[in-house]
């Protein structure tokens, strides 16, 4: 919190400081008003972010498309030709990319988001602002590779028929939910990896073994009924299950997507109550 000194300028230095900086007493402060002052250097650093992550390559944001379709490519025949993994008769390239553009970019924002304040170290040292913008940027500049890989998918669906129905409405709110889930991870990882370094190391091989126990290769329904209930504890289970009967026409899973909601909206709260703690520690300890 910033409160400014109203005194005059008199050309002499004031007995009172102009400008105090103090941390906020609400242990569940987002910091939002903080963030919103310096929303410049959010733009700035997302917009830094996306030119460090092209600089010198020759396909550029094509990128945000290669990674998706190769693996799409891979899992039609592997799961599909070779393992008849069944996709609710969605057709198999459809099927599995639509899973993977969004876990794409759900996990490469959790990695970037978690690595984001180590990678800073010198700006955080040297100048005062708000630590959260950090993570922010790191998750919020992935949206421009969601975007780009999208193209992709609006081209397989005209490929494949599928219409456009009002249930493309809930696709605006499923993205804001899956950025939601990504900048809460994003908060609580990168605060952790401060202190603790295994993290980045650890994250990688977790992320991993999450895609496989998320719907991405194969829808939820493939599931026993008497352990559907354990998948769903999953937040990627309801979102993603959420994009693909928006997509496809299918029922949405309204359960698994309220429990996906309210997990998102504790994530948030219990991150930024552990990063507004941690805070006041990551100069020195960085």
């Known amino acids: 919190m910033v409160s400014v000194n109203s005194s005059h300028e008199t050309g002499e ?6 400008v105090v900086i103090e941390r906020s007493k609400s242990w569940v402060a987002l910091n ?50 070779l393992a008849r993994v069944p996709t609710d008769g969605v057709p198999y390239p459809v099927f599995f990319y639509t899973g993977l553009v969004v876990w794409t970019y759900f996990s490469n924002a959790l990695m970037s988001g978690a690595n984001s304040l180590v990678g800073n170290a010198n700006l955080i040292t040297k100048v005062y602002f708000p630590r959260l913008i950090i993570p922010s940027a790191a998750v919020l500049s992935g949206l421009l590779d969601f ?10 669906l005209i490929y494949y028929g599928f219409p456009v129905t009002v249930e493309y409405l809930m696709l605006a709110p499923l993205v804001a939910l899956v950025t939601a889930l990504a900048l809460g ?66 029922p949405m899973e309204w359960a698994a997507l309220g429990y996906s909601t309210v997990f998102t909206c504790f994530i948030l709260l219990y991150s930024a109550y552990l990063f507004r703690r941690m805070e006041r520690h990551f100069a020195e300890l960085i």
């Open 185 to 250: 991870f994003g908060i609580l990882l990168s605060a952790l990896n401060v202190r603790y370094r295994d993290v980045r190391y650890a994250l990688s091989f977790v992320v991993q073994i999450w895609m496989f126990v998320s719907p991405i290769i194969y829808p939820s329904s493939v599931v026993p009924e008497e352990w559907r209930w354990l998948m769903v504890l999953n937040p990627m289970t309801g979102i993603v299950e959420g994009f693909r009967a928006a997509l496809f026409g299918k």
């Open 32 to 81: 939002l008003r903080g963030v919103w002052a310096y929303r410049e250097l959010l733009f700035f650093l997302i917009w830094r972010d996306l030119k460090v992550r092209y600089k010198q390559t020759l396909l550029g944001a094509s990128w945000a498309i290669i990674q998706p379709l190769v693996t799409m490519i891979v899992f039609t025949y592997f799961f599909g030709r």
């Open 13 to 18: 230095l004031p007995d009172k400081p102009l």
């Open 147 to 156: 975007g780009i890989a999208s193209l992709l998918l609006v081209g397989l």
